[in-house]
């Protein structure tokens, strides 16, 4: 089992950035993939973006490519998610999840981190 604790999150006016952080601890392994996730108010929940631990490899939303930017820390066992140029439409509450390589179904997650722009 691995715990997740996303951090970062507040208001911010559309154009400016934040950077949400994801902590994991327990049974880590760079077996994962680590992703982030938004849920907007009456919306289901969205993928934003997904690192591999292991090689690095990062993919991302249509909606949010060029604009934020998934990393890891080895060192810290901890993911980030870098956004700039942020939109009202951005506003949502992010999640932090991890899932092993080989499935596609994300099985641990965070209790999330409320982002809201401003226009």
């Known amino acids: 089992q691995v715990q997740l604790v996303e951090s970062g999150g507040g208001l911010v006016q559309a154009g400016g950035s934040l950077r949400l952080s994801c902590a994991a601890s327990?049974?880590?392994?760079?077996?994962?993939?680590m992703g982030w996730f938004r849920q907007a108010p009456g919306k289901e929940r969205e993928f934003v973006a997904r690192i591999t631990w292991r090689s690095g490899l990062t993919y991302y939303a249509n909606s949010v490519k060029g604009r934020f930017t998934i990393s890891r820390d080895d060192a810290k066992n901890t993911v980030f998610l870098q956004m700039n140029n942020l939109e009202p439409e951005d506003t949502a509450v992010y999640y932090c999840a991890a899932r092993w390589d080989y499935k596609n179904e994300y099985e641990f997650w965070g209790q999330g981190t409320q982002v809201t722009v401003a226009s």
């Open positions: 327990g049974r880590t392994s760079n077996s994962y993939v």
